[in-house]
């Protein structure tokens, strides 16, 4: 049996003094892998973080393709993980930080188990355009699916942009990522499984699976609609979802 507290700490570890892990060892499953999350997840607690919602990973295929990771994933969020809307996070704080855009669903309702895309939506306050900051803390940014979910599937920071009532029609909206006011990623939020709702179906299923219904108040981001792209001390990062409107901060030492 995996010893999952001594694996939690060496995760939380890594993530909280951003310093790099091989790879695990361990012959883990996947149940173990997110009892690794769950108990990592539960020193943050401990340490006086609140969780704030939950994001969905491998949602796309572009993001499937770039890792070698064909399942889809989910992690928690805290609100350490916060980044201010045109604000600033520092580059040390990493070990070595990615962006990519992606879709925020704000919840006005609790939402778990097998529900319809249009019951989803029933339960979604608001919808923003997103960045994720993913920070693997395995070395090299390689990972395995057990592994990647043991490290909270890469969480690190997130920012969230203006919110829109969900009358929108966000199926199909083009996006674009600029680093210093040149595009870096251009994509579509229908590179989200065919619709970014999809996502929030599938965290309900997830959210049940794991016993731990998606809250009112909760954010579920969708997941990247492309790649990631590597940051570095220096940018200012913007990221425009065509009728959203976008978001942006700026990556300092
Ligand atoms: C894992 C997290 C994947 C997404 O949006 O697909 C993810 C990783 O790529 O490090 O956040
Ligand atoms: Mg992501």
Redesign the pocket.
């Known amino acids: 049996m995996p010893d999952i507290k001594a694996l939690a700490q060496r995760v939380d570890d890594a993530a909280r003094y951003a310093k790099e892990i091989p790879q695990l060892v361990e012959q883990i499953t996947l149940a173990d892998a997110y009892a690794i999350q769950k108990e990592s997840l539960a020193r943050r607690y401990g340490r006086g973080e609140r969780q704030v919602g939950i994001?969905?990973?491998?949602?796309?295929r572009e993001?499937m393709v770039?890792?070698g990771?064909h399942d889809m994933?989910w992690?928690r969020l805290t609100d350490r993980m916060i980044v201010e809307d045109g604000g600033t996070t520092s580059f040390k704080t990493y070990v070595h930080p990615?962006i990519?855009p992606?879709i925020a669903f704000l919840l006005k309702r609790e939402l778990a188990g097998t529900v319809t895309p249009l019951q989803a939506l029933s339960a979604v306050e608001a919808v923003a355009p997103a960045v994720?900051l993913?920070d693997?803390r395995y070395q090299g940014?390689k990972?395995s699916l057990t592994d990647?979910v043991a490290d909270n599937?890469?969480?690190s920071g997130f920012v969230v942009g203006p919110w829109h009532a969900p009358d929108v029609d966000f199926s199909n909206l083009g996006i674009v990522v600029s680093f210093n006011g040149a595009p870096v990623l251009v994509g579509s939020t229908a590179a989200i499984l065919g619709h970014p709702l999809r996502s929030l179906v599938a965290a309900a299923r997830f959210a049940a699976e794991a016993q731990e219904p998606l809250k009112a108040g909760w954010l579920v981001?969708a997941?990247?609609a492309s790649h990631?792209e590597a940051l570095k001390p220096g940018l200012y990062v913007e990221c425009e979802v065509q009728n959203l409107g976008r978001c942006s901060f700026s990556v300092v030492e």
Not at 55 to 60: A, L, P, Y
């Open positions: 994001k969905m990973g491998f949602t796309s993001k770039q890792m990771v994933i992690g990615r990519e992606e994720e993913i693997s940014f990972f990647v599937s890469s969480s981001m997941g990247g990631a």
